[in-house]
């Protein structure tokens, strides 16, 4: 399982409730879509934001009770309805894709944080939604959870994003290790480096940590799902640890003994992350403070 941008929704998955499959799906359909616009094929730029504008006209249209002009958004627009989720979030999804076609390099920690509260966190808040679980604590958790699956997501990807002249590493943090663009260009495993990542893997796997007990505080098959979707995470990091950062020759992803480790590790988590007295994560930790 490597941790994609929506490979997240678990469409197929045997934990997830009969009932909630189509709309997950539907969701997922939206998502993966609207993403294919921003990343894939051919397109020039000024076409992947015209058509992503037709999505958010789609969403607009949703939004003020108007009939949509597509299948796909006819398909959302009764999965909104019946299960009365917010509009919002989907809009955050498509105003993340905007910024992946015009924006290629973050300055600061703070504005990566600012992208993944768009691109990311609104997926834990609509499956939260479905599950009638969107109070604030939880919604706080699940944002912790969502940002730190992009976030590795970006260090398992660091050479892939290069191709399409992407760093979603934040260039401040490149600055203070005293790694440069040419470095990952040249696909350069200096001590610098392998400095640098193991501040961006110690930071998000706090920032996973800090939101973890919502997979315990859910029930049921929502709360297992999400389990191994934790623990899935932190399985990444463990392996791009274990590489000292290598991310340029092997891109870690999950096998068959990956999964009977998070599956074992999945039953501890009801005592290793119990509810917290304070939710509030630390987000904004800079360089220097690990």
């Not at 678990?10 to 990343?39: C, G, H, K, N, W």
């Not at 892939?160 to 696909?187: C, N, Q």
Request: net charge negative; proline share 5%; hydrophobic share 40%.
């Amino acid at each position: 399982m490597p941790v994609d941008h929506y490979e997240n929704f678990p469409v197929a998955s045997v934990l997830l409730p009969r009932q909630l499959r189509p709309a997950v799906e539907t969701i997922y359909q939206f998502a993966r879509s609207a993403d294919d616009i921003a990343d894939e094929g051919m397109l020039s730029d000024a076409e992947r934001l015209h058509q992503l504008q037709q999505y958010d006209d789609e969403l607009l249209r949703i939004m003020h009770g108007k009939t949509t002009q597509t299948e796909l958004f006819g398909k959302l627009t009764a999965v909104i309805q019946h299960h009365q989720l917010s509009v919002e979030p989907f809009r955050q999804l498509i105003s993340a894709f905007r910024q992946d076609v015009e924006k290629k390099r973050y300055a600061s920690y703070a504005e990566l944080l600012d992208y993944c509260q768009r691109s990311a966190d609104p997926v834990g808040h609509i499956m939260l939604e479905l599950y009638d679980k969107a109070d604030p604590q939880r919604l706080q958790a699940s944002s912790c959870i969502c940002t730190a699956l992009q976030l590795i997501n970006f260090l398992q990807d660091v050479a892939i994003d290069w191709k399409k002249e992407r760093i979603y590493l934040p260039l401040e943090d490149l600055t203070h290790f005293s790694v440069h663009e040419h470095d990952i260009a040249g696909a350069t495993l200096s001590r610098e480096w392998q400095h640098l990542m193991q501040f961006q893997i110690e930071r998000t796997r706090a920032l996973m940590q800090q939101g973890a007990w919502l997979a315990t505080s859910l029930p049921g098959r929502i709360g297992w799902e999400l389990r191994l979707v934790v623990q899935g995470g932190l399985r990444i990091l463990d392996k791009i640890e274990a590489t000292n950062g290598d991310i340029f020759h092997q891109r870690p992803t999950l096998n068959a003994k990956d999964w009977a480790i998070m599956l074992i590790r999945a039953f501890g988590m009801k005592r290793r992350y119990p509810f917290p007295d304070d939710t509030l994560p630390e987000r904004n930790r800079k360089p220097g403070k690990v």
